[in-house]
């Protein structure tokens, strides 16, 4: 407890939190607008490029998070095919940034929503979408009155578990954020670089910070899972 | 209760022609029908299953595309393939009860009637509704509280709820025991005779319903028409008003 507690009167540790917090919110947004609309793509059956987004979304799941990183630094480092036209062009630097940790915690993150929310689209009734139509509702009222609060709980409980995922996510946000100590180093780094340099009373700290954050989301989770379906 | 009681007259009121194939486990064939209502008239539709009734209430309903065919509303053309003009459903004003109540499972009584709402039509208010088929206790309770009478009744109530012009009923009363049936039977006879609806198709197994909650009878078989001819008249008596298939002889073995 005391450890906790020199832990949040540290400036620095109080500054990486705020960073892992900002991280977090910033790739729970973007988790949510995009698990939501790629879900829901993947879920209608027969267009092209269908089974190649599946896959990018997929990747990160069953593909070492180191060797994502590397594959995304190649990408989208300052030389990268991407890199270089998003900086010329945009002046996004998703390298050793603030946008490079939201990066890197969104694509740990993205299939953990994706999957959950797809197999609800997939599930659920066809029956109730065609009898909103019949009630002379369109497409938009149906998918906003009809669909999203009927895959409610996949949404928020794919949104928890990517967050969860986030918020412990070390390879890519290590090949992404460069781990540079007061810029790109969150939580999950702090604890390896206390780690590394000996310092087990802060890793300690800031892994038991992360595991009441966790265990929090997990019962929140269980509770919004017994909660009427709606919003 | 606000309603618009339909004129009595025999110029056809809602119209169409359609085709489209029909896929069975023992093999193809062609849903080909071609049938029109008078304004306030109420059609029974019957067959066997897979005779393609439920496809039929679908195309109308703009769910399914024919592959050939025309919807006429009065002055309003719904769908003429020819033309290739094709109203989305949720302009139609029909209003299709399903065989499985398809009710919003987030939604209690009170919402999903609020829900269907047309902001451009009159409707009963909702109070009025859910008294009308008997569920104002129950407003406030969800689908998965509710018994397969009730959710027939509030999936009736719902499609009222949506002003439909043409209301279109499929199999609305098949899974309800003897004393529910009635009384949804004598409810859809309000529902008639308050002339709810302009016109209404009604598939139904049941003869007598047939007889009692509609004006006209119109059997198929394999896609096509197989009989038509009022309800009412006893359908022992001969001969029978065929308007298909000159080879069935008596109304009980046509229907």
């Known amino acids: 407890m005391s450890s906790l507690l020199n832990l949040l009167a540290s400036a620095d540790a109080r500054q990486m939190l705020w960073l892992t917090a900002q991280v977090a919110f910033a790739s729970t947004l973007l988790h949510g607008v995009f698990g939501l609309a790629i879900g829901y793509a993947l879920s209608r059956p027969g267009w092209r490029g269908r089974a190649a987004l599946d896959i990018a979304v997929t990747l990160p799941l069953v593909f070492p998070p180191m060797a994502t990183g590397f594959l995304l630094l190649m990408i989208f480092g300052r030389r990268g095919p991407l ?10 630097e998703l390298v050793f940034s603030f946008s490079g940790l939201v990066f890197a915690a969104f694509i740990a993150g993205l299939p953990l929503v994706v999957k959950p929310v797809q197999s609800a689209f997939e599930n659920m009734p066809k029956i109730l979408a065609e009898a909103a139509r019949a009630l002379g509702k369109t497409e938009l009222q149906i998918f906003w009155h009809i669909l999203l609060p009927n895959i409610r709980n996949a949404l928020i409980g794919g949104l928890v578990l990517a967050l969860g995922r986030s918020l412990g996510e070390v390879g890519i946000t290590l ?14 780094l702090d604890i390896y670089n206390a780690v590394i340099t000996g310092d087990f009373e802060r890793a300690a700290a800031v892994s038991i910070l992360l595991g009441l954050i966790t265990t929090g989301l997990f019962v929140l989770l269980r509770r919004q899972a017994r909660a009427p379906l709606g919003w | 209760m606000t309603h618009r009681k339909p004129e009595a007259t025999t110029a056809p009121l809602f119209s169409f022609s359609l085709r489209k194939p029909l896929a069975f486990a023992a093999g193809e ?4 029908i071609r049938l029109s209502l008078t304004s306030g008239q109420w059609l029974a539709l019957q067959g066997s299953s897979g ?6 209430l679908r195309l109308l309903a703009g769910l399914d595309s024919p592959s050939v065919g025309h919807i006429r509303f009065g002055d309003e053309v ?9 109203v989305p459903t949720c302009q139609r004003q029909i209003g299709l009860v399903f065989q499985e109540h398809a009710l919003f499972p987030h939604m209690n009584a009170r919402r999903q009637i609020d829900f269907a709402r047309r902001p451009d039509q009159p409707a009963p208010p909702t109070d009025e509704l859910l008294a009308l088929v008997g569920l104002e206790q129950l407003a406030d309770r969800y689908p998965s509280e509710l018994s397969g009478g009730q959710k027939q009744r509030l999936a009736l109530a719902r499609t009222l709820a949506s002003s439909p012009r043409v209301l279109l009923l499929d199999e609305p009363l098949s899974a309800l025991d003897p004393e529910l049936r009635r009384a949804m039977q004598a409810l859809l006879q309000r529902i008639r005779e308050a002339g ?9 197994h049941d003869l007598a319903e047939a007889h009692q909650l509609a004006d006209r009878i119109v059997r198929i078989q394999h896609g096509r028409i197989h009989a038509d001819r009022p ?4 359908f022992l008596r001969l001969p ?7 080879s069935c002889h008596s109304s009980a073995a046509c229907f």
């Open chain 2, 51 to 56: 005779a393609g009734k439920t496809t039929l």
């Open chain 2, 29 to 32: 064939s062609l849903l080909d």
């Open chain 2, 196 to 204: 709810l609806v302009d016109c209404a198709i009604l598939v139904t």
């Open chain 2, 240 to 246: 029978l008003p065929l308007t298909k298939e000159p």
């Open chain 2, 231 to 234: 309800a009412g008249a006893s």
């Open chain 1, 83 to 92: 890199g270089e036209p998003l900086r010329d062009t945009f002046g996004i």
């Open chain 2, 78 to 86: 719904w769908l003429n393939t020819e033309t290739s003009q094709q």
């Open chain 1, 175 to 188: 090949m992404l954020g460069g781990n540079i100590e007061g810029r790109t180093v969150t939580a999950s």
